[in-house]
């Protein structure tokens, strides 16, 4: 039977809230390695509950995708190079179920669960959607990209302020 062409973004698979806020916290640090980041400057930047944000980082944390230090100098940062965590691993670890239907689990009560062959296919299609994932790195999605350190308010990649140089004019008309 052939498919009707329909476009790929007018199809929703969706993960969770919880996991698409996830993804956008390891980005925003991934974007800016060089410095932690606070949770506070994490929800404003993307206009999420704080409290919320704090549920999910506290995750990251115990998880050991993000690093969090608490007081003066404290703050967010990657525990680990953005080129070391997959995006096929950050899914599968903060998705609280990939069951696509009531027969992935155990607890199944369908009538065709013995014989039904739609399981079959739901599970080959969710595990190229794992798949095509796990191709794909955190720093594929940051890189050096100047247009998502634009969106998302940050200085680009790789720019250093210019140095300022600053003349003191003394008594007697001499520069320092």
């Given amino acids: 039977m052939a498919a009707t062409a329909t476009p790929l973004h007018a199809q929703p698979m969706n993960i969770t809230q919880h996991t698409d806020y996830a993804l956008r916290v390891l980005m925003y640090l991934g974007a800016i390695p060089e410095r932690r980041v606070t949770i506070k400057e994490v929800a404003e930047r993307f206009d999420i509950s704080r409290s919320h944000l704090m549920k999910i980082v506290t995750e990251l944390v115990a998880k ?12 967010l940062r990657l525990a680990r190079a953005a080129s070391e ?3 096929g691993d ?15 689990g155990t607890q199944s009560h369908c ?4 014989a039904c062959r739609l399981k079959g296919a739901l599970d080959g299609a969710l595990q190229a959607f794992l798949a095509a994932l796990d191709r794909v790195s955190l720093a594929d999605l940051v890189g050096s990209d100047a247009r998502l350190h634009e969106v998302l308010g940050l200085e680009p ?8 140089t600053i003349l003191l004019q003394v008594a007697g ?4």
């Avoid at 008309?173 to 320092?176: D, S």
């Fill in 64 to 75: 050991g995708f993000v690093d969090g230090a608490r007081g003066k100098g404290g703050g």
């Fill in 85 to 87: 965590i997959g995006v």
């Fill in 90 to 104: 950050v899914v599968r670890q903060m998705e609280p179920s990939l069951a696509l239907v009531e027969c992935f």
């Fill in 111 to 114: 009538l065709l669960d013995p």
């Fill in 157 to 164: 990649p790789g720019h250093q302020p210019l140095p300022v």
């Fill in 173 to 176: 008309g001499e520069e320092r």
